[in-house]
């Protein structure tokens, strides 16, 4: 694999819009379920917010994924560019990737009976586009990027937030600007 293209979501950025949700939707023509993208809030608990955070997240297009290892009919593969596609055509609805994701991004479509997920928009990426959800992000709060070294030693970068599993199970492609602790004024 040459590289692995991945999101980066800035939580400082994200009013929690929904606009991702959307975008994604609009462009495959999803019905209520699945979600192949969701918004979530960031719970007070795990970082002592000062006002309500959120963070969205798809497939994670994983360096290790856990739906290619474990699907018994192939439905999925791994592009060159890291990007993980699951064929619907060959899916036979089992569930065992649904299962296996830690993040519980693949999903099954109620009314085909198959597994449907994020494929990071590739035709737009092969097109020399960004992908609906990043374009839609109208705070700048998610981005296309390629996931590396570089990125992970940049002051801010997390991969992962507190609540998520571990990335060390899978390797997700996805990094995180969190939220900065708010700075407390007391009177004396």
């Known amino acids: 694999m040459s590289k692995q293209l991945g999101f980066l979501h800035n939580s400082e950025k994200c009013v929690g819009c929904r606009g991702c949700e959307i975008a994604c939707k609009n462009e495959y023509q999803i019905e209520a379920t699945p979600q192949w993208r969701k918004v979530f809030q960031l719970h007070e608990d795990d970082f002592s ?3 309500r955070m959120f963070f969205s997240m798809a497939c994670n297009h994983c ?9 018994p009919v192939k439905a ?3 592009r060159e560019d890291g990007i993980v596609i699951h064929d619907p055509n ?4 089992c569930r065992l990737c649904t299962m296996a994701c830690p ?3 693949p999903q099954i479509n109620p009314a085909k009976k198959k597994v449907e997920k994020c494929n990071l928009c590739y035709q737009r990426i092969d097109q020399g586009e960004k992908p609906a959800c990043v374009t839609a992000c109208i705070p700048g709060a ?3 990027v390629e996931i590396n070294d570089s990125l992970d030693q940049k ?3 997390l991969k992962t937030l507190p609540g998520l599993p571990s990335p060390k199970i899978t390797s997700p492609s996805i990094r995180f600007i969190g939220p900065k602790q708010g700075k407390q004024i007391r009177r004396d």
Do not use: F, Q, S, W
């Open 142 to 144: 998610l981005e296309l």
């Open 63 to 71: 360096a290790h994924p856990e739906c290619l290892r474990v699907c």
């Open 49 to 51: 917010l000062p006002t």
């Open 90 to 93: 060959r899916c036979i609805g």
């Open 155 to 157: 002051t801010g970068i």
């Open 103 to 105: 993040y519980d991004r």
């Open 76 to 78: 999925y593969t791994k």
